[in-house]
């Protein structure tokens, strides 16, 4: 009760924060603060389609959250998130265009999801190997392959993938609608994503709760040394970590191109890979929070669309509010590590 | 202290949150015709985008009924994440009868869109469905002739170039960028061998392409980078096929560091403020009035799906009311040029000089026009390659 507390006190503390500085954000850019606020309200929760496209938002940033966790639990900053979403991607659209000609389409479709978790984790394991084996440090080797991923993904759309007579960054040619993940006609909800999401929180909560693995890699992220006098191997312990991380990474970049972009574009990952290290590091890595916060950051995301369209404010408000709220957290955390620093030297 | 302040607040801002809520607008008398309008680019760009933002507002002053809600910047690099469905999706709910999509990269996006929403009538800009079959009965496409613009342009840039050196900044390839190339390369051709009567090898016409429709960092080849190769490898005059004003801001660079250059930009009637030194003149999109055809056939119930390709009013084709595609000379066109350009626009509205008659041959030498064919409107509008006789890249390689 006493941790519920605290926990809540310090979220409230958070928010007003937050609130105060994009408000006076809002005031100095010449916007009313609380009609964009309201905006942002009624265009994200509004009505049940509005629902459906934050869903849609929340599910990959949820499902590459819940592959962060088993990193951030070892003490690895997989970076490369962005890159294996985007890896993902590709691998799933290599394996789409050849159902094109097919008639069970639904069986690649099956495997694409195979293949981009595929493609993520194969991403991962190269930074991962880089970090055990090279000495790379993990943040430098992801951001390399992000670019690296980039650059592959631009190549294909404007050299062997792009559309007939046709040399454009636009994307790839749109797949058949039997390609396509099967969705609500009305509120263009795709309930395969909805429940690969889900089910990723709920195996990672068993999985680093539960079980040897989630131990192991618990004891190597608090002291890699200790763990290894317990004959515990911290090398494969953090292949394995950046596996799931990519494979979790690599299905949401699945669901982007099956489920929503229905082809192949520049900016398949909307960045939900780095969105998604704020969204564990803000939930203080935290697997039944994580959820939570990607929900309100996909809030965020769709709201502040109504900005530009309805204030004439442009909605990379949404962005500061999310960058607001990591900042203020870190702050109001190492205020608090202060005091309690204070406390114990009285 | 702090605690109990932080709750204070907290509950004030819900309250005030709770109260924006219940204050929603109440459904009054009469209701506008809304109609929403998706631009690919900022409504300022001096460019593609800004065209259609200011015939939005032409519509609404037309119109004193209708109004216009519009959303820019809608492409995945810059609003990542939202998709034209998504967003065709919220128009309707806020009561958007009409909705025109003003970009070629829209065009998967406004077909699933407009499947979804029947009862929901759909203009977009620069199409083809209606031609391909693939649009269903409430999408209509509109696109602008602007080969006539495009012809006019070369023209202004053979007449003016000194070192018969003639660059085209390139969008992504697709069948309206080469047609409009093409048909630059046309006007340019014309102007140098029938009106200068000069040697047909001395001039040279290259196109290099950045891969999007403007610039997106890291993504397509810098436009003004591009730019400044040509000028730096002797093209004087650069004609602008991108919906941003890349061309005509660094050719101002280029004259202020002494150069004699010229360039040509693209899209919107006001593209040459600022640059009045170098900008030959603009050809240039006027949407109103498609729009207001298409808005009005809508109110009246007579919407029909159509492709509709609207040209110059040749009696006066920088008329605001009628001509849907103009020419606006600039200020650093010669009064010599402009003379011929005048003579060259009245030939090409009486239909004395078509230049899209044969012979004209592809860039790998295939026939496009045989001797003395007139091409059609459907074999311009799917133009396969470049020109024979023009330098660039006819497709991806």
């Given at each position: 009760?006493q941790?519920?507390l605290r926990y809540s006190?310090?979220m409230i503390l958070?928010?007003v924060?937050?609130?105060?500085f994009?408000?006076?954000i809002l005031?100095?850019?010449?916007?009313?603060?609380?009609a964009?606020y309201y905006?942002?309200?009624?265009?994200?929760?509004g009505?049940?389609?509005k629902i459906a496209?934050?869903?849609t938002v929340?599910?990959?940033l949820?499902?590459?959250a819940?592959?962060l966790?088993?990193?951030?639990r070892?003490?690895?900053?997989?970076?490369?998130?962005e890159?294996?979403m985007?890896?993902?991607?590709?691998?799933?659209?290599?394996?789409?265009r050849?159902?094109i000609?097919?008639?069970?389409?639904?069986v690649f479709?099956g495997?694409?999801?195979?293949?981009?978790?595929m493609?993520?984790?194969?991403?991962?394991?190269f930074?991962?190997?880089l970090?055990?084996?090279?000495g790379v440090?993990?943040?430098?080797a992801g951001?390399?392959l992000?670019f690296v991923?980039q650059g592959?993904i631009l190549?294909?759309?404007?050299g062997?993938?792009?559309?007939?007579?046709?040399?454009?960054m636009?994307?790839?040619?749109v797949?058949?609608?039997?390609?396509?993940?099967?969705?609500?006609?009305?509120?263009?909800?795709?309930p395969?994503g909805?429940v690969?999401a889900l089910?990723?929180?709920?195996?990672?909560a068993?999985?680093?709760?539960?079980?040897?693995?989630?131990?192991?890699?618990?004891?190597?992220?608090?002291n890699?040394?200790a763990?290894?006098l317990?004959g515990?191997k911290?090398?494969?312990y953090?292949l394995?970590a950046?596996?799931f991380?990519?494979?979790?990474?690599?299905l949401?970049?699945?669901?982007?191109v099956?489920?929503i972009?229905?082809?192949?574009i520049?900016?398949?990952?909307?960045?939900?890979g780095y969105?998604?290290?704020?969204v564990v590091?803000?939930?203080?890595?935290?697997?039944?929070?994580?959820?939570?916060v990607?929900?309100?950051?996909?809030?965020l995301n769709?709201?502040?669309?109504?900005l530009?369209?309805m204030?004439?404010?442009d909605?990379?408000l949404?962005?500061?509010i999310?960058?607001?709220?990591?900042?203020?957290?870190?702050a109001?955390?190492a205020?608090?590590?202060?005091n309690?620093?204070?406390?114990r030297q009285n | 202290?702090?605690?109990?302040?932080?709750?204070?607040l907290s509950?004030?801002?819900?309250?005030?949150?709770?109260?924006?809520l219940?204050?929603r607008?109440?459904?009054?008398?009469?209701?506008?015709?809304?109609f929403g309008?998706?631009?690919?680019?900022p409504?300022n760009d001096?460019?593609?985008s800004q065209a259609h933002?200011e015939?939005?507002?032409?519509v609404?002053?037309?119109l004193?009924?209708?109004k216009?809600?519009?959303?820019?910047?809608v492409?995945?690099a810059?609003?990542?994440?939202?998709t034209i469905?998504q967003?065709?999706?919220?128009?309707?709910?806020k009561?958007?009868k009409?909705i025109?999509?003003?970009?070629?990269?829209m065009k998967?996006?406004?077909?699933e869109?407009?499947?979804m929403?029947p009862d929901?009538?759909f203009?977009h800009?620069?199409?083809d469905?209606?031609l391909?079959g693939?649009a269903?009965?409430?999408?209509?496409?509109?696109?602008?002739?602007?080969?006539?613009?495009?012809?006019?342009?070369?023209?202004a840039?053979?007449?003016t170039?000194?070192?018969g050196?003639?660059g085209y900044l390139?969008?992504l390839?697709n069948?309206?960028t080469?047609?409009l190339v093409?048909?630059?390369?046309?006007?340019?051709?014309y102007a140098?061998?029938k009106v200068?009567?000069?040697d047909p090898?001395?001039?040279?016409?290259?196109?290099?392409w950045?891969?999007f429709?403007f610039?997106i960092?890291?993504v397509?080849?810098?436009p003004t980078?591009v730019?400044q190769?040509f000028?730096?490898?002797?093209?004087?005059?650069?004609?602008?096929?991108?919906?941003t004003?890349e061309?005509?801001v660094?050719?101002?660079q280029?004259?202020?560091?002494?150069?004699?250059?010229?360039?040509?930009?693209?899209?919107?009637?006001?593209?040459?403020?600022?640059?009045?030194d170098v900008?030959?003149?603009v050809?240039?999109f006027?949407?109103g009035p498609g729009?207001?055809?298409f808005i009005q056939?809508?109110i009246a119930?007579?919407?029909?799906?159509?492709?509709?390709w609207?040209?110059?009013?040749?009696?006066?084709?920088?008329?605001?009311d009628?001509?849907?595609?103009?020419?606006?000379?600039?200020p650093a066109?010669?009064?010599?040029?402009?003379?011929?350009?005048?003579?060259?626009?009245?030939d090409?509205?009486?239909?004395?000089?078509?230049?899209f008659?044969?012979?004209?041959?592809?860039?790998?030498?295939s026939?496009?026009?045989?001797d003395?064919?007139?091409?059609?409107?459907?074999?311009?509008?799917?133009?396969?390659q470049?020109l024979?006789?023009?330098?660039?890249?006819?497709?991806?390689?």
């Amino acid at each position: 009760m006493q941790t519920f507390l605290r926990y809540s006190r310090k979220m409230i503390l958070t928010a007003v924060v937050v609130f105060c500085f994009t408000t006076l954000i809002l005031l100095i850019a010449g916007a009313p603060p609380f009609a964009a606020y309201y905006h942002i309200f009624k265009g994200s929760l509004g009505s049940w389609s509005k629902i459906a496209h934050v869903i849609t938002v929340w599910i990959p940033l949820t499902l590459c959250a819940s592959g962060l966790l088993y990193t951030f639990r070892i003490g690895l900053w997989n970076i490369g998130v962005e890159g294996q979403m985007i890896m993902g991607a590709i691998f799933s659209t290599a394996l789409l265009r050849f159902g094109i000609e097919s008639h069970q389409p639904a069986v690649f479709l099956g495997l694409s999801f195979f293949a981009g978790a595929m493609g993520g984790g194969i991403w991962a394991f190269f930074a991962g190997f880089l970090k055990t084996k090279g000495g790379v440090h993990e943040i430098f080797a992801g951001l390399g392959l992000n670019f690296v991923a980039q650059g592959i993904i631009l190549y294909l759309i404007f050299g062997p993938w792009k559309r007939p007579g046709v040399a454009s960054m636009s994307g790839t040619e749109v797949f058949p609608q039997t390609l396509w993940l099967p969705f609500l006609s009305t509120i263009r909800l795709s309930p395969v994503g909805l429940v690969l999401a889900l089910a990723a929180v709920m195996v990672t909560a068993w999985m680093l709760r539960y079980t040897w693995v989630g131990l192991g890699l618990k004891a190597i992220g608090k002291n890699q040394y200790a763990a290894f006098l317990f004959g515990l191997k911290p090398g494969r312990y953090m292949l394995l970590a950046m596996a799931f991380a990519g494979g979790f990474a690599g299905l949401a970049g699945c669901l982007q191109v099956a489920g929503i972009y229905h082809r192949l574009i520049p900016a398949i990952s909307s960045n939900y890979g780095y969105l998604s290290l704020l969204v564990v590091m803000l939930s203080n890595y935290n697997v039944w929070v994580a959820p939570g916060v990607a929900f309100f950051f996909a809030c965020l995301n769709i709201g502040s669309i109504q900005l530009p369209m309805m204030l004439r404010v442009d909605s990379s408000l949404s962005g500061v509010i999310q960058g607001a709220l990591v900042l203020a957290t870190l702050a109001i955390y190492a205020w608090q590590t202060r005091n309690k620093q204070k406390e114990r030297q009285n | 202290m702090f605690k109990k302040m932080g709750l204070a607040l907290s509950i004030f801002f819900m309250l005030v949150f709770m109260g924006f809520l219940c204050l929603r607008p109440g459904f009054g008398a009469e209701k506008p015709f809304q109609f929403g309008l998706l631009l690919v680019g900022p409504y300022n760009d001096h460019g593609w985008s800004q065209a259609h933002f200011e015939a939005g507002e032409y519509v609404q002053k037309k119109l004193p009924g209708a109004k216009m809600i519009y959303i820019d910047k809608v492409n995945p690099a810059d609003r990542q994440g939202i998709t034209i469905p998504q967003l065709v999706d919220d128009m309707v709910e806020k009561g958007i009868k009409l909705i025109i999509a003003n970009s070629d990269d829209m065009k998967d996006g406004t077909r699933e869109a407009a499947k979804m929403h029947p009862d929901i009538h759909f203009l977009h800009i620069s199409g083809d469905d209606v031609l391909t079959g693939k649009a269903s009965g409430n999408l209509s496409n509109l696109m602008g002739r602007m080969e006539y613009g495009k012809m006019m342009a070369g023209f202004a840039a053979a007449m003016t170039t000194k070192t018969g050196k003639i660059g085209y900044l390139g969008p992504l390839i697709n069948e309206e960028t080469r047609r409009l190339v093409a048909s630059s390369y046309l006007g340019a051709k014309y102007a140098w061998e029938k009106v200068l009567k000069k040697d047909p090898k001395e001039l040279t016409f290259k196109v290099t392409w950045i891969g999007f429709w403007f610039n997106i960092p890291g993504v397509t080849a810098d436009p003004t980078k591009v730019a400044q190769n040509f000028f730096n490898t002797g093209y004087d005059v650069l004609i602008s096929g991108i919906d941003t004003t890349e061309a005509v801001v660094v050719a101002k660079q280029k004259k202020q560091e002494g150069k004699m250059v010229w360039a040509i930009p693209y899209d919107y009637i006001g593209a040459c403020e600022g640059a009045s030194d170098v900008c030959l003149g603009v050809p240039y999109f006027n949407w109103g009035p498609g729009y207001l055809e298409f808005i009005q056939a809508s109110i009246a119930g007579k919407w029909k799906s159509n492709w509709i390709w609207m040209g110059p009013d040749w009696k006066n084709i920088n008329d605001p009311d009628t001509s849907t595609v103009g020419f606006k000379p600039g200020p650093a066109l010669s009064s010599s040029a402009k003379k011929a350009l005048d003579s060259f626009i009245s030939d090409l509205g009486t239909k004395k000089v078509n230049l899209f008659e044969g012979p004209l041959y592809y860039q790998d030498g295939s026939i496009f026009l045989k001797d003395g064919e007139i091409a059609t409107d459907k074999k311009i509008w799917y133009m396969e390659q470049l020109l024979k006789g023009m330098l660039g890249q006819s497709s991806a390689k």
